[in-house]
Nanobody
Framework: QVQLVESGGGLVQPGGSLRLSCAAS????????MSWYRQAPGKERELVAA?????????NYGDSVKGRFAISRDNAKNTVYLQMNSLQPEDTAVYYC???????WGKGTLVTVSS
């Protein structure tokens, strides 16, 4: 059974940082690209970052987070991470992990950026 479990969300002040984690199980993690999406209230879900399964772990980012967020993966731990720096109120959203043989979605973790 494929499972993606996000953690690390919470309340942070503008300019702060958070690190999200997504623990995967039920499939051969190292074989699949993984990605993070987010959905803010009243908005469509959007791609935040993605990382390939290739040996170079190539990445790509949504325009709004380039230079502030970093995606990484640890195949030994079956986990993908999202390091988020210089957070702003517009980053407030539910963040979802996605990946696996059928592009499975996790249930999400809420990030709130507010003073």
């Amino acid at each position: 059974q494929v499972q993606l479990v996000e953690s690390g969300g919470g309340l942070v002040q503008p300019g702060g940082s958070l690190r999200l984690s997504c623990a995967a199980s039920g499939f051969i993690f190292r074989l699949y690209a993984m990605s993070w999406y987010r959905q803010a209230p009243g908005k469509e879900r959007e791609l935040v970052a993605a990382i390939s399964s290739r040996v170079d772990f190539s990445t790509n980012y949504g325009d709004s987070v380039k230079g502030r967020f970093a995606i990484s993966r640890d195949n030994a731990k079956n986990t993908v991470y999202l390091q988020m720096n210089s957070l702003q109120p517009e980053d407030t959203a539910v963040y979802y992990c996605r990946g696996g043989p059928t592009d499975y979605w996790g249930k999400g973790t809420l990030v709130t950026v507010s003073s």
